[in-house]
């Protein structure tokens, strides 16, 4: 609950933090986080490892996003690493007087190296404003499953599409090369997203980019002949290899269902069995 108070939100001090990871192997003991500096409003808890990989856990300890916040996240995965990141606990973006909320994310995959980037969603409260801006570069041997979830509200609280604003900027180089690029600002006051609205009033949205150097057309049309029940998949081939994958459904528990059959999926092309720990510590999903 929001308490009202005589002092504007915009007269609080902004938070500004983040992550700064870099994960390298160990021929003894497997992939590990060598240098690290997290700094609220996030928390780096508690990693596992597993046959090889490591989990790390992103958690906000605040109570999500205020204006004026700024979270910056810059990853490094050095050759032959195999990294989770994982956030088990959603992100609220809060109602705003004015500006915004920022978060601006870079991740570098080494040659050989996997990254799978796997958050709980970012919840856009009613009047609340994000931008978001994304970089990630990887080699043309190296994996990268990256995913974005976010809600357009709280249904319990009778909130849908009464965010003011999002924008997202998204850059994805492969060899330097430029293999994906998004840029797009929603506002639904001004009617935007009507096509999502209109088939899922209350509905949640992911986002997927799936790197490898494995073919991906048969992993196409499988995706297209999907049935999800309440939800709808859609996929493109991305010009250097690779394909991007979006996703939306009616609700939270539908979009899980939907969210893990194409990560599983994915999974199968590359031939790697998804580590126990990973999956344990997606919270949310479960």
Same mark, same amino acid.
């Given at each position: ?6 002092? @504007? ?10 992550? =700064?990871? =870099? ?5 003894? +003991?497997? $992939? ?9 409003? /996030? ?18 300890? $605040?109570?999500? /996003? ?20 994982? @956030? ?7 109602? %705003? ?22 958050? @709980? ?6 009047? @609340? =404003?994000?931008?978001?801006?994304? &970089? ?7 994996? /990268?499953? !990256? ?13 849908? !599409?009464? !965010? ?7 850059? +994805? ?20 997203? %009507?096509?999502? =609205? ?17 073919? %991906? ?15 709808? +998949? ?8 690779? %394909?991007?994958?979006?996703? /939306? ?20 092309? +590359? ?7 990973? &999956?344990?510590?997606? $919270?949310?999903?479960?």
């Amino acid at each position: 609950m929001l308490l009202k108070s005589s002092v @504007s939100r915009s007269a609080r001090p902004a938070v500004l933090g983040g992550a =700064r990871l =870099r994960y390298t192997v160990d021929p003894a +003991i497997g $992939t590990q986080l060598k240098s690290q500096w997290v700094r609220p409003p /996030l928390h780096l808890a508690k990693a596992y490892a597993e046959k090889g990989w490591a989990v790390s856990l992103l958690t906000s300890p $605040t109570a999500g /996003l205020l204006e004026g916040d700024k979270l910056e996240v810059d990853v490094a995965v050095d050759s032959g690493s195999k990294v989770g990141l994982i @956030s088990p606990a959603a992100c609220r973006v809060h109602t %705003m007087d004015q500006g915004n909320a920022l978060i601006e994310q870079s991740y570098k995959v080494g040659p050989g190296a996997l990254l799978d980037v796997w958050p @709980s969603p970012l919840i856009l409260q009613k009047e @609340s =404003r994000l931008e978001q801006s994304t &970089r990630v570069a990887v080699t043309s041997d190296s994996v /990268l499953l !990256f995913c974005e979830v976010v809600s357009p509200g709280r249904a319990a609280y009778g909130e849908s !599409f009464a !965010f003011a604003q999002w924008k997202s900027r998204l850059q +994805i180089f492969r060899d330097k090369k430029l293999v994906a690029f998004e840029n797009f600002t929603c506002s639904p006051q001004n009617g935007d997203l %009507m096509d999502w =609205r209109e088939q899922y009033p209350d509905g949640s949205y992911a986002s997927f980019y799936f790197l490898a150097p494995f073919p %991906m057309e048969d992993l196409v049309e499988s995706l297209h002949q999907i049935q999800c029940k309440e939800a709808s +998949i859609g996929a493109s081939p991305l010009r250097e290899g690779g %394909m991007g994958i979006k996703i /939306l459904a009616a609700d939270g528990l539908h979009l899980r269902e939907a969210v893990f059959l194409v990560r599983k999926m994915c999974y199968e092309v +590359i031939g790697i069995k998804l580590p126990h720990a990973l &999956r344990r510590a997606q $919270t949310f999903f479960h």
